[in-house]
């Protein structure tokens, strides 16, 4: 890993510990860049990406809309239904990316299960950063107004989680090599479809 990736790219020590995951949750504050990142990822490693917000209830979707934060509530069985689904790819042990703001540790609990092969990939920005990618988005429910809103509920996730931050400053482009770079030095094999494969061939 070159001094620039390890900058980006920082594991947590309960990462390193647990080795490659199967299971990658893409997580940040909206207009973080977690869709276009998360499907880079996916696509690097070949894997299944399922959004998290197209697993919302309507209900949510008209909520957040109207400028409305979800409480928590609302979002319960919308964490639980993400759960399922990486539940479901750690009990085939299958690699999968999910997208999901998991801006909680709670939430984050909710989605893992506590299981030590689900990493959070935690895209963090500054405020300013953030708010000038969301003002320029279009076509996504939710509006710039609430991003004081999702820092302010925001628990950046802690050293004794299982968790990869990366600098969302990057271009999503060296988000991908310092993650992957940092994937790869974990050295151990993560989940494949029916198989075990090398992480090393998924992450090159």
């Not at 490659?20 to 894997?47: D, H, I, N, Q, W």
């Not at 750690?90 to 909710?110: E, F, I, N, P, W």
């Not at 968790?163 to 989940?191: N, Q, Y």
């Amino acid at each position: 890993m070159s001094l620039t990736e390890k900058a980006l790219a920082r594991p947590s020590s309960v990462l390193k510990q647990a080795g490659a995951p199967y299971v990658l949750v893409v997580m940040g504050v909206s207009g973080c860049g977690k869709s276009t990142f998360a499907r880079m990822l996916s696509e690097r490693m070949g894997c299944p990406l399922v959004e998290g917000d197209d697993l919302h209830p309507e209900a949510n979707i008209t909520k957040m809309a109207s400028g409305t934060p979800l409480t928590d509530t609302d979002r319960q069985p919308w964490l639980e239904q993400i759960g399922q689904q990486v539940a479901q790819w750690v009990d085939a042990r299958q690699m999968g990316v999910v997208t999901c703001s998991s801006l909680k540790r709670d939430y984050r609990t909710t989605i893992s299960g506590r299981h030590a092969q689900v990493c959070f990939v935690y895209l963090k920005g500054s405020r300013d950063g953030v708010g000038t990618r969301l003002r320029e988005r279009t076509g996504h429910f939710m509006p710039a107004s609430m991003l004081d809103s999702q820092f302010a509920t925001l628990e950046e996730p802690l050293d004794d989680e299982v968790v990869l931050e990366l600098d969302a400053a990057a271009t999503c482009e060296d988000m991908l090599e310092a993650a992957c770079a940092a994937l790869r030095a974990l050295g151990k094999p993560v989940g494949h479809g029916n198989g075990m494969v090398e992480s090393k061939r998924n992450l090159t």
